[in-house]
């Protein structure tokens, strides 16, 4: 009886055992290593959700797509493209369509359409995104997008204020998001934009005040949504411009009333280098020869210890166009010129110059200017440079 016991019990034990590693290896092939992307609502679709890959060992690849806000019924498309959703790109891999009674999709493969192999260790690097279409008969219509792999934001962005130009209304701002790749996202969001209008944007280099040729061309903002979306690879000339770049770049953006009308800017601001760090001095403007004319200049430093000097006045008639200048010496001793401002619109009252340099190329930055021995003339005239409308000691002679 006891030799009977004890071999019923190591059955029983062995049994036991075999059942546990069974389990194991059956968790091990269903329970493997994974990854999940987001896939946002488009085309207000009201449909959302993610796509989850997972290993399933022997070189499969699992994609499960799962989505809420899919109709009985429907059938949707999706595919793998290449590249990222804002820059577009041909499809890599067909996925099962998505059933509009569950929301989900199951794919196994182990290859791309063309009969590339993919493996597992390389879902998390693709330089991908993932469509899922309306139906067969409306693939131009996406209702659930989402950047996969190398494409996934890091997190890490830098916003820049679009500000109001030519037409009064528009105004917004430029958001760079860095990608896991370097590279970066931009997207610009405006209020004010007109239904059904289409707004070129371009990164421009120099600062705003200065001007300068394009750098990188932006998708344009669509009227309606007032919002564009650009992927940031490279300028237009080819060199490699990532997300970093961004944030050094002696640049600003323009966005442009259209593609007619490059002339009118609707909206701008600087970025990068140029950007202003938030430290400022103001110097009053005392009226002169002409009364009614007074107002302020304002020295602001940007990232790069330069500075974007603004002068507002008031009083100044319309259609008018008056010089400006940095003199040395106070304004009591009087001085040659020292620097060359923006003239002043009389329109406006104002002027908008980078200062980098003085006029015989010694380079001046905002540290230096606030001890600088100079004063400020604003003119009547190009033609009348003698009359003086408004007039201010700076720097070291505030």
Excluded at 194 to 215: F, K, R, T, V, W
Excluded at 232 to 244: H, L, P
């Amino acid at each position: 009886m006891i030799k009977i016991f004890f071999n019923y019990s190591m059955l029983i034990l062995a049994f036991a055992a075999l059942t546990m590693t069974s389990c194991d290896d059956d968790d091990t092939v269903m329970n493997g290593p994974s990854v999940s992307y987001d896939l946002q609502e488009k085309s207000d679709s009201d449909v959302s959700g993610e796509i989850e890959f997972t290993d399933l060992g022997d070189g499969q690849i699992q994609a499960e797509i799962s989505l809420s806000g899919t109709t009985d019924g429907d059938s949707h498309p999706a595919h793998v493209h290449m590249n990222s959703a804002a820059l577009g790109g041909d499809i890599l891999i067909s996925l099962t369509p998505v059933a509009g009674a569950t929301g989900s999709s199951i794919t196994v493969f182990d290859q791309d359409d063309n009969g590339n192999t993919v493996t597992f260790s390389q879902i998390d690097d693709l330089d991908a995104y993932v469509n899922i279409h309306k139906s067969v008969e409306e693939l131009g219509v996406i209702i659930a997008q989402g950047d996969i792999g190398s494409n996934l934001l890091t997190g890490e962005s830098k916003t820049y204020e679009l500000e109001e130009r030519a037409v009064d209304g528009i105004s917004g701002e430029i958001t760079f998001s860095e990608r896991r790749n370097g590279n970066a996202l931009a997207v610009i969001n405006l209020a004010g934009t007109p239904d059904g209008a289409e707004h070129p944007a371009h990164i421009h280099m120099n600062s705003a005040a200065e001007s300068g040729g394009i750098l990188l061309s932006l998708t344009p903002v669509n009227g309606t949504t007032g919002r564009s979306e650009t992927e940031i690879r490279a300028t237009d000339d080819g060199t490699a411009f990532n997300y970093s770049d961004v944030l050094t770049a002696n640049a600003y953006v323009n966005v442009h009333l259209s593609a007619t009308e490059l002339g009118t800017i609707v909206a701008q601001g600087d970025i990068g280098s140029n950007e202003l760090t938030g430290e400022r001095e103001v110097f009053d403007l005392g009226e002169k020869d002409v009364a009614g004319i007074s107002g302020e200049i304002t020295f602001e430093e940007r990232n790069d210890g330069t500075v974007l000097a603004t002068i507002n006045l008031e009083g100044t008639p319309d259609g008018g166009m008056h010089p400006a200048h940095i003199h040395e010496n106070d304004a009591a001793t009087s001085g040659p010129i020292a620097f060359t401002f923006n003239p002043v619109n009389g329109t406006t009252g104002e002027s908008k110059t980078s200062l980098r340099t003085l006029d015989d190329g010694t380079a001046i930055d905002y540290e230096a200017l606030q001890s600088f021995d100079g004063y400020v003339n604003v003119h009547l005239s190009a033609d009348d440079l003698a009359t003086i409308v408004a007039q201010g000691n700076i720097g070291s002679n505030d």
